[in-house]
Every structure is written in structure tokens, then in C-alpha cells.
T-cell receptor
Framework: DAGVIQSPRHEVTEMGQEVTLRCKPI?????LFWYRQTMMRGLELLIY????????DSGMPEDRFSAKMPNASFSTLKIQPSEPRDSAVYFC?????????????????FGPGTRLLVL | DAKTTQPPSMDCAEGRAANLPCNHS???????VYWYRQIHSQGPQYIIH???NNETNEMASLIITEDRKSSTLILPHATLRDTAVYYC????????FGEGTQLTVNP
């Protein structure tokens, strides 16, 4: 099993540019999570999907952030326009949630993260 | 989700048991206690979770007090590779990561 795959692993961009982060969850998993980690705020949940449907996006900081999951094997997190304060490590995680169970109650498997630096 | 309190740092000698405490005095009946760890620059890694009963797996043991207000993660024979930040989470609708405990295993 390849685990959760994220790309790119590192991204350096200039303020105002669009940034797209990509995630491929573990095959067969039905829940996907996007987290952001900074020194100041720690590890925060941004949004999670269950069966490709966004369930909780209350952690998305503002309208500049958007996430999609067009199918069970792919998700994107987009920042447009990017700002220096968006610099962070962005993690994607996936899990297999039982029918009727909260997705968060299942073990989450994290990817290696994307290190984003916005200049 | 209930707030958890952990010591900011702990040290352990290689080969000895590492006992990491966690307080979650406001935990509700349907919230699980989860432990994850994060080795430097990597994504968090699941260790173990439980609701009421003590749990054991190949990585660790989880001891939950009868009133569920605190728990202890036990790494029975710590190795240098267990050096990491350990997060205790009382999870309801989401995993909320606090600051965790930096465990340093010394040779």
C-alpha cells in the first residue's frame, strides 16, 4: 500500500499566485481530511469529506481557500490568491469510516505533507 | 470536543518504558481517547485509541481511568525512533490536536 500521496512536497510561490495542493487517499478509504500545521496555531483541521461530499468545512480560514473531491481517489486544496500567512505544512489524511459512524472516529492515515512558502 | 492537558516534554532512557500522561476531565461519554505521534517533519501517525477499556496493540498500551478523566500511553520498551511529539485527543466530531508532549528517548 502506497499510503496517502500528496503533491507537490514543496511549493514556493509569490503572494497573489494561485496554489493547488493535491492528495490521493488510500484506496478504499471513504473519508478525506485536509489539515494545516503552523508553529503558531499547531495542527488544524480545515475540511473533511465523506464519500466525496464535504461534511465539515468550518476550519477553512476564508474564501481564498477551497477544496474539492471530484472522485474517491483525488482531492485538491486551492488557495487563490495566496498570502504569506498561508505559509504552512498542509497534510491530507484518509480513513475508512463505517456506515453511520463519524469519519473522525476511525483511524486517520496522514500523508507526508506539502510544505508551502508564500513570499 | 473535550480539552486535553499534557506535559510539554518528557525524557526516557532507551529500553525503558515511557509513560505519557493526559488529562481530559471534561470528556463526554461518546468521546474516544486517541493518541497520535508526529516524528519531526512527518505526518502524524496513529498509535492507539479507546473508549472505556484499556487497550493494547503492537505499538503501545492505553490505560484509561475508570472515571475517564485521564489516561496514560505506555511505550513498553522505548527506542530512539520513538522520539516524537505525542498528541492525546478526546475526539467527538473531529480530531483537535493540542500542543502534545515532546518525548525524547535518550541512549
Amino acid at each position: 500500500d502506497a499510503g496517502v500521496i500528496q503533491s507537490p512536497r514543496h511549493e514556493v510561490t509569490e503572494m497573489g499566485q494561485e496554489v493547488t495542493l493535491r492528495c490521493k487517499p488510500i484506496s478504499g478509504h471513504n473519508s478525506l481530511f485536509w489539515y494545516r500545521q503552523t508553529m503558531m496555531r499547531g495542527l488544524e483541521l480545515l475540511i473533511y469529506f465523506n464519500n466525496n461530499v464535504p461534511i465539515d468545512d468550518s476550519g477553512m480560514p476564508e474564501d481564498r481557500f477551497s477544496a474539492k473531491m471530484p472522485n474517491a481517489s483525488f482531492s485538491t486544496l486551492k488557495i487563490q490568491p495566496s498570502e504569506p500567512r498561508d505559509s504552512a505544512v498542509y497534510f491530507c489524511a484518509s480513513s475508512l469510516a463505517s456506515a453511520g459512524a463519524l469519519a473522525v472516529s476511525e483511524t486517520q492515515y496522514f500523508g507526508p505533507g506539502t510544505r508551502l512558502l508564500v513570499l | 470536543d473535550a480539552k486535553t492537558t499534557q506535559p510539554p516534554s518528557m525524557d526516557c532512557a532507551e529500553g525503558r518504558a515511557a509513560n505519557l500522561p493526559c488529562n481530559h476531565s471534561t470528556i463526554s461519554g461518546n468521546e474516544y481517547v486517541y493518541w497520535y505521534r508526529q516524528i519531526h517533519s512527518q505526518g502524524p501517525q496513529y498509535i492507539i485509541h479507546g473508549l472505556k477499556n484499556n487497550e493494547t496493540n503492537e505499538m503501545a498500551s492505553l490505560i484509561i481511568t475508570e472515571d475517564r478523566k485521564s489516561s496514560t500511553l505506555i511505550l513498553p520498551h522505548a527506542t530512539l525512533r520513538d522520539t516524537a511529539v505525542y498528541y492525546c485527543i478526546a475526539a467527538g466530531s473531529r480530531l483537535t490536536f493540542g500542543e502534545g508532549t515532546q518525548l525524547t528517548v535518550n541512549p
